[in-house]
């Protein structure tokens, strides 16, 4: 197996990838990601998205987007996981540990602090995986999201103040 940093050319499968995760999240609806806007925003000129792909005989099989965070409680930066994904024909081969592992290694590398993702409540293949990396669910936290019209809204309210 090889992890590497994702190329241009792998845009399309990124792409694919993430359009399979929302629709195994029953959300196909909402992902509006094309190739355009993904090649834009990881081959920006300083991006602030990464993806790293895992390939099993040459051939893709999984991937992981991230971005960089920043804790005020550590003074160093993290890694936010947005989206791992593993090829339903590639899945029990140990991509999903490998994608993470080298995230770890990434910041460990980079001094950075800590690792976190989010994981739907009602995924227990993922959580039970999850649970084997001596990962901790934060209890107490709850994620809060302003967008659609919502976010125009809280906009206005900035542009009148």
Aim: with cysteine; charged share 20%.
């Amino acid at each position: 197996m090889t992890i590497r940093p994702a190329e241009p050319a792998d845009v399309p499968t990124l792409v694919r990838f993430v359009h399979e995760l929302a629709a195994y999240e029953r959300e196909p609806e909402s992902c509006l990601l094309t190739d355009v806007l993904l090649h834009d925003a990881l081959f920006a000129p300083a991006p602030a998205v990464f993806a790293t792909v895992a390939e099993l005989d040459g051939a893709p099989a999984g991937a992981a987007i991230w971005f960089r965070t920043y804790s005020t409680w550590t003074g160093v930066h993290g890694i936010h996981l947005e989206d791992l994904y593993v090829d339903p024909a590639h899945r029990r081969h140990g991509v999903a540990r490998a994608l993470l592992a080298d995230l770890a290694r990434t910041c460990l590398d980079r001094g950075w602090a800590r690792l976190e993702w989010a994981v739907l409540d009602w995924n227990t293949p993922a959580l039970d995986f999850y649970a084997t990396l001596a990962s901790e669910p934060l209890d107490g936290w709850t994620t809060h999201r302003v967008d659609g019209e919502a976010l125009v809204g809280l906009a206005e309210q900035a542009a009148r103040d």
